[in-house]
């Protein structure tokens, strides 16, 4: 017997009012039924209208949107014909929503006890003196640790993990049957992630929830979901079980996304799919998507098919032919770069916040552990060195460090001769040009009023002093260099794509000529498909220019697929170091095989070994190894001194454990810890 549809989407299309007054659909002819109790993933491009469906169905329209034709039912129910007060009760109440960001959506000034007794208040019956002890229910159903404590605490004092769960169990207070899930893990290391995740699918089996998980990540969604619809240009171009679309993508373009994702068990960088999606309402008639596929016919510009088989849909002329043809996994190989010159040098670096008041002195009392201690990396010119862990594990500091916005306690870092372990302010304007970085969120780095022309001109003037024409066309020739035309010159942020955005960021990166470029995350944000293009971007370029990156990055794939060394921290100290290869195929420390048995594939049946919960909040150990805490394999001497160095050719592993006796436990599932939520 089939269960009752909780959510029903009838021929549903959305449009908003152009400057011209035209209405431009952004949501076109969407069909999508949705039983009690399941999970559906909604995958694509950005821009390609699934967060705007995700919304749709809480009824909620941006400014200027009107529904132009169909319904969306819930319980039977069309949305769109209740009054804003019935809304009101649905929101936040039976229809949860999870957004993207925790640490955005969380008041910074409420205490977290306020807040969930806000959500009590607006989407529960109960009465006031049941709030905090429903609060500390909701707390420990998202298996929150001392929920006590955690009431009391500001978003600011919680990690991103807690942040997370924090916005779920507000997500949770109105024991919602629906939950929309807006990207709710981009952002959040590979171990919190899959925590999350877990969390996510624990919950939904124990209260029978039905989520709609969006998402550009296809390996979350392949942990959560039951069925897949992967949307394109506002339509759903195809719909099946998760099995049946990650298995067997019988339309071009859900193939060109799965070989988009970079892979730990692949070589080389992925390809991006060719070309751009439509612009928004230029669709007329026929496949959105022909202007892109290799597999496009005449008769694919007239029409799209819609080819059903066994519950899997696709809208594809030649869906039966591929379905019949295999998967395959294609990698771009770049030319393997000869050994180079020393370029960057970091000698027993340590860093730390504390700042000792007079008080403190007068006690003599001793200072915090320091949050960075005992780093020391080398990196030669023109390669690739990426930094990973957890949030917390000291990467973005030491990134601080060497871009002088963050004076370390002692220790020193060089940049061939010059000296790096100065402030910024302090520094010459050649040294400055010499280290550029490149910031994960290309919003917050982009002036949003002044034109791409005038954002590349600032450094262009700062460092070289050139007049006002030269500029402008030292500035086309920096588009022509990360493949925009000279057009976008004139354009304005907010008129560019995520993808185009973070092209615009590179490009003023490399006007200085720089010799090393400190990369935060500059992909974590992006599709899959526009991360490929930014990759084999910053690839190429560095082929070109001989520049050194210094790359963090919390996707362990998008590493292995980018980086020449690795070096893994857990809390500000170094666990592991060596080449790529062998970090990832070799010997692995304890953390670092906790983060590989984190890391999501695309499978349905793949299953994360997680190794307990993160420790972040909590200062690394006075003496001994840092991981102890966490450690399956910890023993007496783990806790008192500290780990000396083991080499595995030039893979470099810091633990008291021999080299053989790390292989035979880490490659033994009975002592992999799983974390006991």
């Known amino acids: 017997m089939n269960k009752p549809m909780i959510l029903e989407v009838k ?33 694509g491009e950005s821009g390609c209208g699934k967060s705007t469906l995700a919304l749709a169905m809480m009824a909620f329209l941006r400014s200027g949107s009107q529904v132009q034709n169909g319904q969306i039912r819930y319980h039977g129910s069309n949305l769109f014909e209740k009054t804003e007060k019935q809304l009101g009760k649905l929101r936040g109440g039976k229809i ?20 969930l007794a806000e959500a009590l208040r607006l989407h529960s019956d109960l009465p006031r003196s049941t709030w905090h002890q429903r609060s500390l229910e909701l707390l420990k159903q998202v298996r929150l640790p001392a929920p006590d404590a955690m009431l009391q605490r500001y978003p600011h004092q919680l990690s991103g993990g807690q942040q997370q769960r924090v916005a779920i169990a507000m997500a949770l207070a109105g024991s919602p049957d629906l939950l929309v899930l807006d990207e709710p893990t981009t952002g959040l290391d590979v171990t919190t992630q899959a925590h999350i995740l877990e969390l996510l699918c624990n919950l939904r089996q124990e209260l029978g929830m039905t989520m709609v998980f969006v998402s550009h990540d296809l390996g979350a969604v392949a942990r959560i979901s039951d069925r897949i619809a992967v949307m394109y240009a506002g339509e759903i171009i195809e719909l099946g079980s998760c099995a049946d679309v990650l298995r067997t993508p019988a339309h071009p373009y859900t193939r060109g996304l799965l070989n988009s994702i ?19 309402g230029s669709v007329k008639q026929g496949c959105a998507f022909a202007p892109r596929c290799t597999h496009a016919t005449e008769q694919c510009q007239q029409d799209a098919a819609l080819v059903a088989e066994n519950s899997h849909a696709v809208r594809c002329h030649r869906s039966g032919d591929l379905r019949r043809e295999s998967a395959s996994i294609n990698v771009i190989q770049l030319p393997v770069k000869p050994t180079l010159e020393p370029l960057l040098n970091i000698e027993e670096l340590q860093i730390s916040y504390h700042k000792a008041g007079l008080l403190d002195q007068w006690r003599n009392i001793e200072p915090p552990v320091a949050t960075v201690d005992e780093i020391n990396l080398q990196l030669n010119k023109g390669e690739t060195l990426a930094l990973v862990g957890e949030s917390g594990s000291g990467k973005s500091t030491i990134m601080k460090a060497i871009s002088g916005i963050q004076a370390p306690r002692k220790g020193q870092i060089e940049l061939g001769n010059e000296d790096l372990s100065i402030a910024v302010e302090k520094r010459s304007n050649q040294l400055k040009r010499n280290v550029q970085m490149i910031f994960q969120n290309p919003d917050a780095s982009l002036n949003p009023r002044h034109t791409v022309c005038e954002i590349l001109q600032q450094p262009l003037k700062l460092y070289f002093g050139l007049n006002h024409e030269s500029c402008r066309q030292r500035a086309a020739e920096l588009l022509e260099l990360v493949r925009l035309a000279p057009h976008y010159l004139d354009r304005m942020p907010g008129q560019l794509s995520g993808g185009e955005k973070q092209r615009v960021a590179i490009a003023r990166c490399f006007a200085g000529d720089p010799d090393l470029i400190l ?113 399956p394999q910890a023993d007496q001497t783990c806790s008192e001194q500290s780990p000396p160095w083991r080499n595995d050719g030039n893979n470099r592993i810091r633990c008291h454990h021999d080299l053989l006796e790390l292989t035979l436990r880490n490659n033994s599932p009975e002592l992999i810890e799983v974390a006991n939520f």
């Open 519 to 631: 990369c935060d995350e500059v992909t974590s944000a992006l599709d899959v498909s526009v991360q490929a293009a930014v990759l084999k971007l910053l690839k190429e370029l560095q082929q070109q220019k001989g520049v050194t990156y210094l790359f963090i990055a919390h996707d362990l794939a998008v590493v292995k697929a980018i980086a020449d060394q690795v070096a893994v921290l857990y809390q500000g100290r170094l666990c592991q170091i060596g080449p790529v290869d062998e970090v990832f195929n070799g010997v692995h420390h304890p953390y670092t095989s906790a983060l590989l048995n984190a890391v999501l594939a695309p499978d349905p049946e793949h299953q994360p070994k997680l190794s307990g919960d993160d420790a972040s909040e909590q200062h690394p150990p006075a003496q001994g190894c840092a991981y102890q805490r966490r450690c």
């Open 262 to 280: 970079p892979r730990l068990d692949a070589e080389g960088l992925p390809p991006s799919l060719p070309g751009y999606p439509p612009k928004v």
């Open 96 to 115: 949860g929503l999870i957004p993207q960001n925790a640490g955005q959506s969380l008041t910074p000034t409420m205490k977290i006890h306020a807040q």
């Open 11 to 43: 021929d549903f299309s959305l449009g908003y009012t152009a400057a011209n007054n035209e209405l431009v659909s952004v949501l076109r002819n969407v069909s999508l039924d949705i039983e009690a109790g399941e999970a559906i993933g909604l995958v």
